[in-house]
Structure formats: C-alpha cells, structure tokens
C-alpha cells in the first residue's frame, strides 16, 4: 500500500472514531486529551518503519494510530515516548498510557501489568537459508528436512500438519536448531514469525522466512498486548477500540499489509 494512502486511511479511522468513543477516555490518561504511547529504543522493522512511530508506518505504529482513533483521539493527540522492554514490565507508576513493543500476555506479568485485548497473535512461520526455487505451499515444505525442538508447539505441526518425506532431527533447543541450519544439517525449521522475522535478518546468515501458517493453525500461540499499569481505568477503552477494529476488519487489514505484503512472507497454502 501507498505511504500517502496508508496515512490518509490512518487519518479517516481517527476522525470517524472521534467523537464516538471521546466519553471513554476522558480523565483517564496520564495528560489530558492526549493518548501517551510507549515504543522500544529503538523500535525495529516491521513493528515500527525507520524508528520513527510518529509516521505511522510500521504494524504496532499502524496499529496505535487506528487504535487512538477508535478511542476518539486525533492523529496530532497522539505522544510518543521511548522504554527499554524490561523497563516496561516492572510494577509501578508509568509515563505512558499504553506500551507497544511485542510484549507477549503470560500470567505472570499479568500479576503486575495490566494488558488490552491481544492485537495480535503470532503464528508459526518456515525459516529457511536460501529460499531460490523453494515455494510457500505444502507440497514443497514435505521435501525439506526439518529441526524442530521436542518441546515446543512445533514438532506436531511437523509431524501432523506438514508429515514430511523424511522423520525430522530433533533438539533441545532453538539455538541448536539455528546450528543445525548453519552447518547444513536441516533445510528448515518452525518458530513464531516474530522470531523468524529476526533470526533471518541478524542471526543466520542466508536466512529468509519462507512462509507463514495463519494464527488459528497454532497451538498455544504468543498474544501480543498493548501493556497499562496494573488497575488502568483505560483499559476498557483499548479493550474495547481492539474489539471494534477485529469486527470491522482494520486490524486484519494492518496485519496483512505490514506482516505479509511488507515483509514478503506469504502464508502457506
């Protein structure tokens, strides 16, 4: 999608949400008409485009404006501040409204944070070293040779969903797995597409995410969450703005363009 087009979207989701959802918010950020939103330092691609969430540009940057839209904030009402991830998860008072950086909802955190509705869960992607003449579709991933960790969600998606033409090698964990691949042991192997996404732009060399299983396809996926202070009255409002954008299709909309198109990983088929 167009820069120009995806702001003006951007822009029409906030000024149709405005005046709808204004009564929620009221007196419940932490500076008056104004919705404070935390992103990492730096924010990394294809969460945030550039380091700049102030361009919209970006899933979680994309998804924080049309979310401050529903909730009845304009574009120009949006802050933006800067937390390390580990910062944000203690207890305690923060200088944010809502933090978006992949934080994943477990129960433990839950006891100190609080955390909106999942705006997105991740699903299972295919890294590979070297895609040439490889396809994102069943009958390609049966002829690999897979690695997968014996504990994880990944060996039954192997053994039951893929069922390829030879039994996988199996380790105790992904940095063995990621070994395995360097030293040409395996042709591929599954992980979360946020972690594919990372281990084949920085940890190995060659590698890229063939393609990607939807969500519902995996079992126990990561919930991402935007993160509040624990007991935040707004919670009910970004509950509620996520609730509407999954029924209206926006956010769909933001995950196809920033986690598919843009990243190139297409889903499997």
């Not at 030879?166 to 395995?180: G, R």
Request: hydrophobic fraction near 45%; proline fraction near 5%.
């Amino acid at each position: 999608m167009h820069k120009v087009l995806a702001i003006s979207i951007i822009a029409s989701m906030i000024a149709v949400g405005g005046a709808q959802a204004q009564s929620c918010h009221e007196g419940k950020t932490i500076s008056a008409g104004k919705l404070t939103i935390a992103t990492g330092n730096p924010a990394y691609y294809p969460w945030v485009l550039d380091d700049a969430p102030e361009s919209g540009q970006g899933f979680e940057a994309a998804v924080a404006y049309a979310l401050a839209g529903k909730m009845g904030f304009m574009q120009g009402d949006v802050i933006w501040t800067r937390t390390s991830f580990d910062q944000a998860i203690q207890p305690g008072a923060k200088d944010f409204d809502l933090n978006m950086q992949q934080f994943s909802i477990t129960e433990q955190r839950d006891k100190v944070v609080d955390f909106s509705l999942p705006y997105y869960t991740a699903p299972m992607a295919v890294l590979v070293r070297g895609a040439d003449g490889l396809t994102a579709d069943m009958a390609t991933l049966k002829r690999l040779k897979w690695g997968v960790v014996a504990t994880t969600t990944a060996l039954p998606v192997v053994m039951e969903k893929i069922a390829p033409e030879s039994p996988p090698l199996i380790y105790d964990d992904n940095v063995n797995v990621v070994e395995a691949m360097k030293a040409g042991q395996i042709d591929a192997a599954l992980f979360d597409l946020p972690t594919a996404l990372y281990l084949g732009a920085v940890v190995l060399e060659g590698g890229q995410v063939l393609g990607q299983f939807t969500a519902d396809e995996t079992k126990n996926p990561d919930h991402f969450g935007a993160l509040m202070t624990e007991g935040n009255p707004l919670k009910e409002c970004v509950d509620a703005a996520l609730t509407e954008m999954k029924a209206d299709g926006s956010l769909a909309a933001i995950e196809a363009q920033w986690l598919q198109e843009a990243t190139g990983v297409p889903l499997i088929q």
